[in-house]
């Protein structure tokens, strides 16, 4: 089945007692039962309620998974995958990740014996390197908020799975239509719904989604038992949202490529941090593991001014300042002020310090990365590439793609 036929027609169909094309909003608290035990399904709405249901099923539909549960906000359904974790339990992390999802692992979760560890995983090595017997789960944010880098997902997994490990992935940037982590070996997808899934800027949800049997009856479990449930009238909105999802994300990758690569020739800017250009450090892991790149852009300005950063946030016209993501409308934000500020300031430096570093290569000036092991020009191009700490310049294109 294509994806938008999923997007508007699984987990939903017309409501028995009247016809109605769109799921009703169901909104009671509670369901009369013909005797004890003996109800339709449905008890109490904590537990379950039929407009959340639709809009579960749909959700596990189409990350191609086989059970969803919904939360009232993104930070909830991380609450719920931290919580199938005990003391002693240790987390890898990517370094460069949302504010929030920093601040629920160090502020609420460490202080109950949890290990997190934060590492940079362009080079899954770096995931490799931190495994240990404690290692339980391994959480992937791709593309990362907000410098936008490419965790390979496949690798990801295969070292998980060796180390007996989760992974569980924040789809939230790519969503279902662009990536599917299910399919390339992750254990739970997460989405903060308010993005890209809502997609209208009305609503504050999050969701997890899995197939393994296991992993979804402690999800079901910690959702009833904390209790950090979306509504009915939520759950509504975002049904309707999704059935555009394929076509706004569509038109979100068109503008997206034409803003970045706007941004690119502009004499004011510095960096611009977008997956689909082929000198981003892990395109072609992007390429292997996405449909389309998205329309999420970080940039840097020459000079890296605050006053300047802040002086431009304020200035634009059809942007909006705010934070979230993922609606309709366009929006711009300055993260290390805003949803990255829960971030300690060295912290946050180290993540998001400029991979190219300067290098003299006969007498010229090169930009190179040591994590993707390439050398590029003036225009970022790339020209060269590093082996055995030799600097090698070379014209071929076949070489570049394939080194």
């Known amino acids: 089945m294509k994806f938008?036929?999923?997007?508007?027609?699984?987990?939903?169909?017309?409501?028995?007692?009247?016809?109605?094309?769109?799921?009703?909003?169901?909104?009671?608290?509670?369901?009369?039962?013909?005797?004890?035990?003996?109800?339709?399904?449905?008890?109490?709405?904590?537990?379950?309620?039929?407009?959340?249901?639709?809009?579960?099923?749909?959700?596990?539909?189409?990350?191609?998974?086989?059970?969803?549960?919904?939360?009232?906000?993104?930070l909830a359904a991380i609450d719920c995958v931290i919580k199938m974790l005990n003391p002693g339990d240790e987390v890898i992390s990517t370094n460069d990740l949302y504010g929030g999802s920093y601040r629920i692992f160090k502020t609420i979760f460490e202080k109950y014996g949890l290990v997190f560890h934060f590492v940079d995983m362009t080079d899954v090595s770096n995931i490799e390197a931190?495994?240990?017997?404690?290692?339980?789960?391994?959480?992937?944010?791709?593309?990362?908020?907000?410098?936008?880098?490419?965790?390979?997902?496949?690798?990801?997994?295969?070292?998980?799975?060796?180390?007996?490990?989760?992974?569980?992935?924040?789809?939230?940037?790519?969503?279902?239509?662009?990536?599917?982590?299910?399919?390339?070996?992750?254990?739970?997808?997460?989405?903060?719904?308010?993005?890209?899934?809502?997609?209208?800027?009305?609503?504050?949800?999050?969701?997890?989604?899995?197939?393994?049997?296991?992993?979804?009856?402690e999800m079901y479990r910690i959702q009833n038992s904390s209790g950090a449930v979306t509504g009915p009238m939520d759950s509504f909105l975002v049904l309707r949202g999704i059935k555009t999802l394929h076509l706004r994300m569509e038109r979100h990758c068109e503008n997206g490529e034409k803003i970045a690569h706007f941004l690119a020739n502009h004499p004011k800017i510095d960096k611009v941090f977008w997956p689909g250009f082929t000198h981003h450090p892990n395109h072609h892991v992007a390429v292997k593991q996405m449909r389309g790149f998205g329309g999420m852009i970080s940039f840097t300005l020459k000079g890296n001014n605050l006053e300047d950063a802040l002086s431009i946030v304020k200035k634009v016209e059809i942007f909006s300042l705010a934070e979230s993501l993922g609606g309709v409308e366009s929006l711009i934000g300055h993260p290390a002020t805003m949803t990255h500020a829960s971030i300690p300031k060295n912290i946050r430096n180290e993540i998001t310090k400029l991979d190219y570093t300067k290098k003299i290569i006969d007498d010229t000036l090169y930009y190179i990365t040591e994590s993707s092991h390439f050398i590029f020009d003036d225009n970022l191009e790339r020209v060269g590439y590093i082996s055995d700490d030799n600097y090698i310049l070379t014209d071929d294109p076949f070489i570049l793609e394939f080194v």
């Open 130 to 217: 931190k495994v240990n017997e404690n290692t339980k789960l391994i959480w992937v944010e791709t593309p990362t908020n907000p410098m936008m880098n490419i965790i390979d997902i496949e690798a990801a997994s295969a070292i998980a799975k060796k180390a007996g490990a989760m992974l569980c992935v924040d789809n939230t940037f790519a969503t279902p239509y662009l990536q599917k982590p299910l399919d390339l070996g992750a254990d739970i997808v997460m989405h903060s719904v308010t993005k890209y899934l809502g997609g209208h800027s009305d609503v504050i949800m999050g969701a997890l989604v899995t197939k393994d049997d296991t992993i979804a009856n």
């Open 4 to 74: 938008a036929t999923k997007a508007i027609h699984e987990g939903v169909a017309p409501d028995p007692a009247t016809g109605a094309i769109m799921t009703p909003i169901y909104q009671t608290s509670t369901y009369v039962q013909d005797g004890v035990g003996n109800h339709k399904g449905y008890e109490y709405s904590r537990t379950l309620n039929p407009t959340r249901h639709a809009l579960e099923k749909n959700i596990a539909a189409i990350e191609n998974g086989t059970h969803g549960a919904c939360f009232g906000s993104g």
